[in-house]
């Protein structure tokens, strides 16, 4: 029975150190995505600040013609 458990002992270890290496790959992964959707973010926001002096400058130059 000892042998059984001690086995028992050893999976269970193993399986915790693979779900903490699982935690820390996603939680990198997670970062990355934060990190990607920033930078979307400030990209949109840039092309909206573009699209706005574009279509002010085409309006401004629309009425004066």
């Not at 693979?18 to 990190?35: P, Q, V, Y």
């Amino acid at each position: 029975a000892l042998p059984i458990f001690m086995g028992a002992m050893d999976n269970t270890g193993t399986a915790i150190k693979l779900l903490n290496e699982s935690e820390d790959e996603m939680a990198k992964a997670k970062d990355d995505i934060m990190d990607m959707l920033q930078t979307l973010s400030a990209i949109a926001e840039e092309n909206a600040a573009s699209t706005e002096e574009a279509s002010s400058a085409m309006l401004e130059q629309s009425t004066s013609m």
